[in-house]
Each structure stands twice: as structure tokens, then as C-alpha cells.
């Protein structure tokens, strides 16, 4: 099945320590068997982890409405959201609350479980 997710690419904070703007990047991917190796016993073993695939462009983010975009240095699309999209927040959990409700609206992808949106 195909997940999806986020990563911080960047977030602003004013002199207060309250988060003014984050760049933010969605992803696809799946979970695969990876095979490794323990460096210790040299026993190998395979474990489930979650792998990006694509990185969602804003044609795949139709389903959070009119989201602005910033470029990075290298040209890159990010999604910005700044104090009118969240409102007056400090930490990273409440930014974290916040993309997870904002993931869960993209529709035909499941969240990774960390990401699951729960409504409190």
C-alpha cells in the first residue's frame, strides 16, 4: 500500500521563539524488506522500513486547498505555511499536530503511523 508523509525542510521562529513560517516537503513511499547485517554477530536479517519514492509536487496536493509554495536554493518546490495557515505556535509538536491534520486531507495515500492525525 502506498503511504505518505512529511519532512521539515525548514521553520522560522521570531525573537519569542514562536514559529512564523515552515517549508515543508511531502512524500510517497512504501515499506520494503531491507536486508542487513549486524556489524557485531554478522548475522543477517531483514527488517520492514518505510522508503520515500516520490516527492509529491503541488499538482498532488490539490486536496489541501490553495497552498503557497517557496523554492529552495536549489529550485526545489516546498509547501509554505506561515502564522495564518496554524496560527501562534512554539514548538514543534504543535507544527507536528498541525501537519498531520493538513496530511491527513490528502486523499488516496495513507499516513505513516506516526503521522496519523488524531483528533483530540
Not at 486547498?65 to 496554524?86: C, H, R, S, W
Not at 499536530?97 to 503521522?115: H, R, S, T, Y
Amino acid at each position: 500500500m502506498k503511504l505518505k508523509d512529511y519532512k521539515f525542510w525548514c521553520i522560522n521562529r521570531n525573537d519569542n521563539g514562536q514559529i512564523t513560517w515552515a517549508a515543508i516537503r511531502f512524500y510517497e513511499g512504501e515499506y520494503e524488506k531491507i536486508k542487513r547485517k549486524d556489524i557485531d554477530s554478522e548475522i543477517e536479517y531483514e527488517s520492514d522500513e518505510y522508503v520515500r519514492t516520490k516527492k509529491l509536487q503541488k499538482v498532488d496536493l490539490t486536496d489541501l486547498g490553495n497552498i503557497k509554495i517557496k523554492k529552495d536554493a536549489k529550485g526545489n518546490d516546498t509547501v509554505l505555511y506561515t502564522t495564518e495557515d496554524f496560527g501562534v505556535i512554539s514548538t514543534d509538536d504543535e507544527l507536528r499536530e498541525f501537519l498531520n491534520e493538513q496530511l491527513d486531507k490528502v486523499k488516496g495515500l495513507e499516513p505513516i503511523a506516526k503521522q496519523k492525525w488524531q483528533k483530540s
